[in-house]
């Protein structure tokens, strides 16, 4: 049985399927054919934190594959009420794939040494999967190819970083980190990223118009994310000289495209200017959640074999 944690439960050649299957669904969906891959299948969805786009996409997605899903919030008592090698077991035998939007990591690891379903990350302080299948879906559209893509990414080097970063690494994208040196990966984090796939290595720089040179990607995500509440004056003061703006933009290559795995703080991270402009991708990006968790749950409940 596959879980998919992080993008380092998937090789190279998986992660390529999955979107090829997700491309394939979007535009069998834009044709208005839904095949009922999933049909009577039963996904659940285990949330501690809140959610829009995760939680909208994933159950809308199981409904197109011809499946149900069932959303449990804090009242299922997950961690509260019994512990968790009596809950997940007990919760996994109803269902055919839980995924799990979680505050530690960790917990969605354990949650794995009991479970008898598949388990996806919908969201951890450590990494953030799905977005960065759909944000590789999008830059794949907006491209063409992957081949001459070269993304930067401006700001606080988090889990949403972390994830693109790696699947940068793993499909050979050039990737950039644009961020004042305490808000980029450290050492062993960097190494960990380089270790995989095919890339020749992430680059991290405090100069964020060397960055921006030639790149045609430019990405950002909030400063402060959930749970940094508490740090975000400092924040904003310290990344205030690594806004996406106009000027910006112009420094990118000509025709760079702009994403944001959203929500955005409009005036912090990204002015209106750009996330409203044609250079902006982000609803093309965030519908991509629902293709490529749709490649995703049809890969991983059809075809995913071992380890990879």
Known sequence: ??????????????????????????????????????????????????????????????????????????DVGWGTREPIQDFIPIMTSYLDCLVIRANRHEDVVAATEYSRCPIINGLTDYCHPCQALADILTIEELLGSLENAKVTYVGDANNVAFSLALACQQLDVPMTIAAPERYQFNDDTLAQLNSVGEGNGLQQTSDLNAAVDGANIIYTDVWTSMGQEAESAQRVADLADYQVNR????????????????????????????IDSRASAVIQQAENRLHAQKGLVVWLLTEAGGDP
């Open 1 to 74: 049985m596959r879980h998919v944690l992080s993008l380092f439960d998937l090789s190279s050649s998986e992660i390529r399927r999955v979107l090829e299957i997700a491309s394939d669904l979007k535009q069998q969906y834009a044709e208005g054919i839904r095949p009922a891959s999933l049909e009577r299948q039963v996904l659940g969805l285990l949330f501690e934190k809140p959610s829009m786009r995760t939680r909208v996409s994933f159950e809308t997605l199981i409904r197109h594959a011809g499946g149900s899903s069932l959303f449990l919030g804090s």
């Open 247 to 274: 000027e910006l933009m112009a420094r990118a290559a000509v025709g760079a495209r702009f994403l944001h795995c959203l929500p955005a703080r409009r005036g912090e991270e990204v002015t209106g200017e750009v």
